[in-house]
């Protein structure tokens, strides 16, 4: 089925590090959002990206909805250890909008 | 604002038996999705719920099945359970059916376990 290429898999970084993920799609979305997992508990929205060259900022994090509606980019500034998580990239299905599908996630590690 | 609510927590079952999740949803909102999180899957779409009306779903075989009631609040069952399904079923809100305007508030989950 429809699947979102996200990468990396997992990062390891020192606090204060900046930190980039990406996600690909071989379909046009029309939306991208980016959300953050803590262990146990669900996935909570980040930013939400509805137009193609935006680019929006949520505190030290800033995405950007690609130019070709094919990718999207999330950064982290000066990490800190609270941004331990899973980061997962969705948009809504392009053949039925009323559901997401969801990259694999990305699983940062801040070390202090 | 109350967010998504989500009950149990935590549930363990045995092979066969079967299992009603609950979800409340953000006050106003009135499309409930829910999603299944496993380790090797990831996030798998179940089913989507409007006004009482399953609108979309998944690819999951007929022992997964779901209502919404006239207040928004929906329940997942799933029956004659099986080791495989053993994840996090997260349940979702939105205002609205289209999430290209609209993006979905997640719950915190229900955690089954099958043994």
């Known amino acids: 089925g429809q699947q979102l290429n996200q990468s990396p898999q997992s990062m390891f970084i020192q606090e204060g590090e900046d930190v980039s993920m990406n996600c690909t799609s071989s379909?046009?979305?029309?939306?991208w959002l980016w959300y953050k997992q803590d262990p146990g508990e669900g996935p909570v929205l980040l930013i939400a990206?509805?137009?193609?060259?935006e680019l929006t900022s949520n505190g030290r994090l800033t995405a950007q909805f690609g130019i070709t509606r094919k990718d999207s980019f999330l950064n982290i500034s000066a990490s800190i250890p609270s941004d331990v998580g899973i980061y997962f990239c969705?948009?809504?299905?392009?053949?039925?909008?009323?559901?997401?599908?969801f990259g694999k996630g990305t699983k940062l590690t801040v070390n202090p | 604002k109350a967010g998504v609510t989500q009950t149990p927590r935590y549930l363990i079952k045995t092979r066969g038996q079967q299992v009603t999740l609950s979800c409340s949803p953000i006050?106003?909102?009135?499309?409930v999705s829910w999603y299944q999180q496993t380790p090797g899957q990831g996030l798998q779409f179940l089913f989507e719920?409007?006004?009482?009306?399953?609108?979309n779903k998944g690819n999951f075989p007929g022992r997964f099945s779901g209502r919404q009631f006239s207040n928004s609040r929906s329940e997942m069952n799933v029956s004659t359970l099986e080791l495989g399904d053993s994840a996090l079923y997260l349940c979702?809100?939105?205002?609205?059916?289209?999430?290209?305007?609209?993006?979905?508030?997640f719950g915190n989950g229900t955690r089954l376990t099958v043994t």
């Open positions: 719920y409007f006004s009482e009306t399953q609108r």
């Open positions: 969705a948009g809504p299905f392009p053949g039925g909008s009323e559901k997401l599908v």
């Open positions: 990206l509805y137009k193609a060259g």
């Open positions: 379909s046009i979305f029309n939306t």
């Open positions: 006050s106003g909102h009135r499309s």
């Open positions: 979702a809100s939105s205002p609205r059916t289209d999430l290209n305007n609209s993006p979905l508030h």
